[in-house]
């Protein structure tokens, strides 16, 4: 079995990258299903209905999130409908969506870190109790947004054996440390992004800029250009649910 993950897709750029590079990606590394983080597709906040079927119309299988789904309001609705997108499981009850999903013989479960972050339902427990509701589950492949890197390699070790996958996602700055942990769980700190290059992880320099300079509440607008997209291929054992390979791949589009 292999994955193909992507990481956050950022705005215009991003989901242009993804519609231009993900064909030729697909042939080239054959992958059964792809999932890609979408949580900053529409202008950099959020999902729209728009935005998410542009993703899916693209090729992506599977579209996970984290803090920024509840961006766009009228978007909110849908987590509850038939698209396949998910947002962190670790929320408190009674949000809208779902943290995880079946498709096949693959399960695919969205985590949100806290360090750094807002002080949600603990990630570590809510995955705990999915577990134990999957058993018999092999395949399993886990996003994990957060900030963190501590964070992020903890879960890896704290899931390790007991899933296929711990890929990070958020900071859109691809890592270089994908491996395989001891007990056959592929894990990376963090994917990276589809989204422009030329950018402060995509969004426009200035607006950060000024940011850092002044300290002052600001809108960040999503930088328009030339596109990276980062994203990883995971081979899963399909008998045992352990990885024998995780590998980065890095695209460029104009």
């Given at each position: 079995?292999?994955?193909?993950?992507?990481?956050?897709?950022?705005?215009?750029?991003?989901?242009?990258?993804?519609?231009?590079?993900?064909p030729s990606l697909?042939?080239?590394?054959?992958?059964?299903?792809?999932?890609?983080?979408?949580?900053?597709?529409?202008?950099?906040?959020?999902?729209?209905?728009?935005?998410?079927?542009?993703?899916?119309?693209?090729?992506?299988?599977?579209?996970?999130?984290?803090?920024?789904?509840?961006?766009?309001?009228?978007?909110?609705?849908?987590?509850?409908?038939?698209?396949?997108?998910?947002?962190?499981?670790?929320?408190p009850p009674g949000?809208?969506?779902?943290?995880?999903?079946?498709?096949?013989?693959?399960?695919?479960?969205?985590?949100?870190?806290?360090?750094?972050?807002?002080?949600?339902?603990?990630?570590?427990?809510?995955?705990?109790?999915?577990?134990?509701?999957?058993?018999?589950?092999?395949?399993?492949?886990?996003?994990?947004?957060?900030?963190?890197?501590?964070?992020?390699?903890?879960?890896?070790?704290?899931?390790?054996?007991?899933?296929?996958?711990?890929?990070g996602t958020h900071?859109?700055?691809?890592?270089?440390?994908?491996?395989?942990?001891?007990?056959?769980?592929?894990?990376?700190?963090?994917?990276?992004?589809?989204?422009?290059?030329?950018?402060?992880?995509?969004?426009?320099?200035?607006?950060?800029?000024?940011?850092?300079?002044?300290?002052?509440?600001?809108?960040?607008?999503?930088?328009?250009?030339?596109?990276?997209?980062?994203?990883?291929?995971?081979?899963?054992?399909?008998?045992?649910?352990?990885?024998?390979?995780?590998?980065?791949?890095?695209?460029?589009?104009?």
């Amino acid at each position: 079995m292999r994955i193909l993950f992507i990481g956050d897709v950022v705005g215009s750029a991003g989901r242009r990258a993804l519609r231009t590079l993900l064909p030729s990606l697909r042939r080239e590394v054959a992958p059964d299903l792809v999932i890609a983080n979408g949580e900053n597709a529409a202008g950099g906040n959020g999902l729209t209905l728009a935005t998410a079927q542009e993703i899916l119309g693209a090729g992506v299988d599977i579209i996970t999130s984290g803090n920024h789904i509840w961006d766009q309001k009228e978007f909110l609705p849908y987590l509850d409908g038939d698209l396949p997108v998910l947002r962190p499981l670790n929320y408190p009850p009674g949000v809208p969506g779902r943290g995880y999903l079946q498709r096949g013989e693959v399960v695919v479960v969205n985590l949100q870190g806290r360090t750094f972050m807002a002080p949600i339902d603990c990630p570590f427990r809510a995955i705990d109790t999915l577990l134990q509701r999957l058993q018999g589950a092999r395949i399993i492949i886990v996003d994990f947004h957060a900030e963190a890197t501590s964070e992020k390699q903890a879960m890896g070790w704290y899931l390790d054996g007991r899933v296929s996958a711990v890929l990070g996602t958020h900071t859109h700055v691809p890592t270089a440390d994908p491996r395989i942990l001891p007990q056959g769980t592929a894990f990376i700190t963090d994917v990276g992004m589809c989204g422009p290059r030329n950018a402060i992880i995509g969004f426009e320099v200035q607006d950060i800029l000024e940011r850092f300079l002044t300290q002052t509440p600001r809108r960040f607008n999503a930088a328009g250009g030339p596109a990276v997209l980062n994203a990883v291929v995971v081979d899963v054992e399909e008998q045992t649910g352990r990885a024998r390979a995780i590998f980065r791949v890095d695209r460029e589009a104009p």
